[in-house]
């Protein structure tokens, strides 16, 4: 079955403990993204992927980073969260243009 | 840069009845242009795309919408909504090679009996 996997579905953490969300896809897609959705904005694109070793910055990348060294992973990495970067996290995957599969979300609160 | 404007947060509808959500885009060249929708039980999926070629595009679940150059529109339409049609729905532009992609804030679909 075509997935995309995010780890941990739901997280409650403290301001500047570094955390990391997993995002895995079983589909050998080359595009994935990372997305954020808060109430009233939509989703906004934090970082997508092109390729092994290929990324680049979406819309809000302000204190995310990401790495792409295998094609089935694409995790995001807060080093030092923030209470703004409270948020729910989509990971996407595709073949061609556009996100395509959605994980199922990652709730984080940082308090 | 590009962006993307759903005018309406909240539309209800009856069942049954004929649906058009609304979308306009801003993006100097030829946009790629999609349809999610999002509800409880089915995370964010992707309705329709349009990249090039017809500028009506069918998508999954009856949907189709359609690109207009002129307006800088990409409306999304069902003849006959179904009450599991209830979620809300995004509207999004990508640019360049492929994956700048941005999304509007999104109109929330109530169905009512």
């Known amino acids: 079955e075509a997935q995309v996997t995010q780890n941990p579905r739901y997280l409650i953490t403290v301001t500047g403990k570094k955390l990391t969300v997993t995002c895995s896809q079983n589909?050998?897609?080359?595009?994935m993204s990372w997305y954020r959705q808060d109430p009233g904005l939509g989703l906004r694109q934090i970082y997508y992927?092109?390729?092994?070793?290929?990324?680049d910055k979406g819309d809000v990348p302000e204190g995310y980073k990401v790495s792409r060294k295998e094609k089935r992973n694409f995790p995001l990495i807060l080093e030092s969260p923030s209470p703004n970067q409270t948020s729910l996290y989509f990971c996407?995957?595709?073949?061609?243009?556009?996100?395509?599969?959605f994980g199922d979300g990652t709730r984080l609160s940082i308090l | 840069a590009q962006s993307v404007t759903q005018p309406d947060i909240h539309i209800t509808v009856s069942e049954g009845a004929s649906l058009e959500l609304r979308c306009n885009y801003s993006y100097g060249a030829t946009p790629y242009l999609f349809w999610y929708v999002q509800s409880p039980g089915q995370g964010l999926q992707l309705l329709l795309k349009y990249f090039s070629g017809d500028t009506l595009v069918q998508g999954i679940k009856g949907f189709e919408a359609e690109f207009k150059r002129s307006q800088s529109s990409f409306n999304l339409r069902k003849p006959s909504v179904h009450w599991s049609d209830a979620a809300e729905y995004f509207c999004?532009?990508?640019?360049?090679?492929?994956?700048?992609?941005?999304f509007g804030t999104g109109t929330k679909l109530q169905v009512i009996p």
């Open positions: 999004a532009v990508g640019a360049g090679g492929y994956q700048k992609v941005t």
């Open positions: 589909m050998n897609h080359e595009y």
């Open positions: 992927s092109m390729n092994v070793e290929v990324t």
């Open positions: 996407a995957s595709s073949l061609e243009k556009g996100p395509q599969h």
